[in-house]
């Protein structure tokens, strides 16, 4: 088996992907977004129940770590967790990647033992999505204003570029099923 590096934007579909690797084929996951959300509960930053603000400020958080320790430094905590002696044998699907830094990390780090999957979507379906997923958040600032504020959340990130640099791509613009079944057929193909 080997792991896969997730790349995508908000609402593209990771979570759905997480979901059919770790049901079906055991995959545990590794999240950046996990320290940067730990760091930003312990500063006192977000809440429990997270708005699009809290989004934000976990942006913020990640750009003031990056600037502080490097831009490889989440990469580098995720392969430390990975290489663990507790974790040793297992498979993990890394989410969060969102700078060219961390995609380095983690390529020499784990060399053949990755494989990095882009979920690509049409951004008409991703706002879709997103209006979707974030329907109490929309209902108290506007859907414009949500928006505006989602893409303010993506600057300073890589993503669109590190989509390009990527080993596979998976479209997702259809159901859930059909997802899934992309899914399957990525780690069938590429990963076992």
Known sequence: MKHIALI??????????YEVAQKKYGYFQATMSGYIEKAARDAGMI??????????RKAEVSNAMAMEYGSGYLAKAVI??????DNRGKFYVIDGIRRKMEKNVIQSALKSEVVFVGIVVDE????????????EIIKEMGVGNYLRRMHQNQSGYDIDDLLRDVDRKIENN????EFTEKVEKFINEHCL
């Open 124 to 135: 008409k379906v991703l706002e879709k999505r997103l209006i979707e997923r974030d329907k």
């Open 8 to 17: 995508a934007k908000s609402g593209a579909g990771k979570g759905d992907f």
């Open 174 to 177: 259809g159901t859930k099923m």
């Open 47 to 56: 809440g429990k129940r997270e708005t699009l603000d809290d989004r934000i």
């Open 80 to 85: 430390e967790d990975i290489n663990s002696r």
